[in-house]
């Protein structure tokens, strides 16, 4: 019996530890190997929102050895190893301003204009429209408001010839009037959207450095 106060003093102390043991469970959880990912603040505190680590330090661009296939850029890519002088954004450049010089000589019936920036099989069908509107005593009145999209969606070599096909996408008035004045199609203040693809083409063995338009559609 004279050991029973220390009885109760081993079972005082094993209650404590074991409390104890419980407290820091309860604040320190205990990993299972399912846990969620620790999102990582920003340690000041503002909402522990998520931190953009890859702002630290940018990564290093990932190389690519084999590029996706690509038709058009294949194509460019063709007509420049043929032609060191041809440059795609030059290119376009210059077929912004074709579109709009041929689209003016069109309307005004201007065929001298247009003889040298068409091939034979565009010119022809042009020229004979300006003819039957002129015959018919009518005139095409057309403004580009904006041009709002000029992309290349073809290009190729076929031998020494190089053909790139360009896709323009503009706002269009256009109004054809009678004799009178009276308009017979289309509306003087409201534009009309108008998709147009139209093909270049060039000799690149040829001296000179021009293009022609060879084909035309509407999307």
């Known amino acids: ?49 998520p931190f953009p680590l890859g702002g630290r330090r940018p990564l290093a661009p990932v190389v690519t050895t084999a590029p996706p296939a690509d038709a058009v850029a294949t194509g460019l890519e063709r007509i420049r190893g043929a032609d060191t002088s041809f440059d795609p954004a030059h290119f376009l450049e210059g077929a912004r301003v074709a579109f709009d010089m041929i689209v003016g000589a069109f309307a005004a019936g201007d065929k001298t204009r247009l003889r040298p920036l068409l091939s034979d099989d565009v010119y022809t069908p042009f020229a004979g429209a300006i003819d039957d509107r002129g015959g018919a005593g009518e005139s095409l009145e057309t403004r580009i408001m904006n041009l709002k999209q000029v992309d290349i969606v ?56 021009n293009w022609v338009l060879v084909a035309t559609s509407s999307g």
């Open 1 to 49: 019996m004279g050991d029973l106060p220390h009885y109760f003093d081993i079972v005082l102390f094993a209650m404590v530890a074991g409390f104890l043991i419980l407290r820091l469970r309860a604040v320190l959880g205990r990993r299972t190997g399912h846990e969620r990912r620790p999102v990582v603040g920003r340690g000041d505190g503002a909402g522990d929102k």
């Open 154 to 209: 073809e290009a190729g070599l076929s031998g020494r010839m190089a053909r790139v096909t360009v896709k323009f996408v503009s706002d269009q008035i256009n109004v054809l009037r009678a004799h009178d004045g009276s308009i017979v199609d289309g509306h003087p203040e409201q534009p009309v959207e108008k998709t147009d693809f139209w093909s270049f083409a060039r000799d690149i063995r040829a001296a000179d450095p």
